[in-house]
């Protein structure tokens, strides 16, 4: 299988908790920031780093927009320069484009200038950490669409001992169960006689109130 390519514009800490992300994961990587004491710490991860202004048109043409998987336009410090990048991206021809953003307002625009994706990597944590720490059963968290989410859970007392089948926890929860974890270790639920223990914790996708409802 071919590795993807990507181009991340921007070695801030946002940027370079990503180059690291993406580089664990076998992919081809070009780096790009002006500061050059950014990019030398990135250099053992095999990335191609380059020093330039992504907000000329013929520094950002040089590196071939059309080629990469993606791009990601991390500069999030600037918008002016976040929103220039992903406009002249999409004109070059970026097949998707993901940039980051620090507050609300700066998605319409972003979105206007092409991006197909808005990051907003503080709040995202921040949410993640509320929802996680504030409620005793909840222990972790994935957004996938705002209030919905894959949400790590104990087995409420109600569905101890009782399987799948019997709880039909799509029609009275209005959630999906889709794994249960144990040390550590995530197993996918596919047989609907699955009991459920209270040693267990379980994933499940849907809306957060929903599950709220659930644990309560």
């Given at each position: 299988?071919?590795?993807?390519?990507?181009l991340?514009?921007?070695a801030?800490?946002?940027?370079?908790h990503?180059c690291?992300?993406?580089a664990?994961?076998?992919a081809?990587l070009?780096?790009?920031?002006q500061?050059?004491a950014?990019?030398?710490?990135?250099?053992?991860?095999s990335v191609?780093?380059?020093i330039?202004?992504?907000t000329?048109?013929?520094?950002?043409?040089?590196f071939?927009?059309p080629d990469?998987d993606?791009?990601?336009?991390?500069?999030?410090e600037s918008?002016?320069?976040?929103?220039?990048?992903t406009d002249?991206?999409?004109e070059q021809g970026?097949?998707?484009?993901?940039?980051?953003?620090?507050?609300?307002?700066q998605?319409?625009?972003l979105?206007?200038?092409g991006?197909?994706?808005v990051?907003?990597?503080?709040?995202?944590?921040?949410?993640?950490?509320?929802?996680s720490?504030s409620w005793?059963s909840i222990f972790?968290y994935?957004?996938?669409?705002?209030?919905y989410?894959i949400f790590e859970?104990a087995?409420p007392?109600?569905w101890?001992?009782?399987?799948?089948?019997?709880?039909?926890?799509?029609?009275?929860?209005?959630?999906?169960?889709?794994a249960?974890k144990?040390e550590?270790k995530v197993?996918?639920?596919l047989?609907?006689a699955?009991?459920?223990?209270?040693?267990?914790?379980v994933?499940?996708?849907?809306?957060i109130e929903?599950?709220r409802?659930t644990?309560?």
């Open positions: 299988m071919k590795k993807k390519a990507f991340i514009i921007g801030g800490t946002f940027g370079r990503l690291r992300c993406m664990a994961q076998g081809e070009m780096v790009v920031d500061n050059p950014r990019l030398e710490e990135l250099l053992p991860l191609s780093a380059k330039g202004d992504c000329n048109p013929e520094v950002l043409r040089s071939g927009v990469f993606a791009c990601f336009v991390c500069v999030g918008f002016e320069n976040s929103l220039v990048i002249l991206l999409r970026a097949r998707k484009i993901y940039s980051e953003a620090t507050r609300d307002m998605e319409k625009f979105r206007l200038g991006a197909d994706h990051i907003f990597p503080e709040k995202d944590i921040a949410y993640r950490l509320a929802v720490e005793d972790d994935i957004s996938l669409n705002g209030d989410g859970i087995a007392a109600a101890v001992g009782r399987d799948l089948r019997q709880l039909d926890i799509r029609g009275t929860c209005n959630l999906t169960v889709l249960y144990q550590g197993y996918p639920i047989d609907p699955y009991t459920f223990t209270a040693d267990r914790h994933l499940v996708m849907g809306h929903d599950v409802r644990i309560r």
